[in-house]
């Protein structure tokens, strides 16, 4: 299976990853939702498999910027609408693909998980 990593190009921790995945001799695929956008079923196969409070980046300016009322009431609905209509609240990256996703970005994560491929 071929991985994909989900991201936007000019993130620095996706540029790691990404780096990380070369240096490692890790064929991936690269979409970047900032430029492609996401779909709604993509984002609900995500939630079910990690929820969405993992995939959510609340330390992230987009977040941040967000009313408090709005902060404060999201849900999973509130949160797939956001995450569809501004990707930049994704966390980043993504990855698809790797038995499982993956979510950020962490070296021995990477290997633990990739390493077995």
Avoid at 4 to 14: A, P
Avoid at 65 to 74: D, S, V, Y
Wanted: with cysteine.
């Amino acid at each position: 299976m071929t991985i994909t990593v989900y991201g936007i190009r000019n993130c620095d921790t996706v540029k790691r990853a990404r780096a990380w995945l070369v240096a490692h001799g890790i064929e991936h695929a690269f979409h970047d939702y900032k430029a492609s956008g996401i779909d709604l079923a993509t984002l609900q196969r995500w939630v079910g498999e990690v929820g969405w409070e993992r995939l959510v980046n609340r330390s992230g300016t987009t977040f941040r910027k967000l009313p408090e009322a709005e902060r404060a009431a999201l849900d999973a609905a509130a949160a797939l609408a956001l995450m569809l209509a501004q990707p930049s609240v994704i966390r980043r990256p993504v990855l698809e693909g790797a038995g499982g996703l993956i979510v950020g970005f962490d070296a021995a994560t990477y290997a633990a998980r990739l390493a077995r491929r």
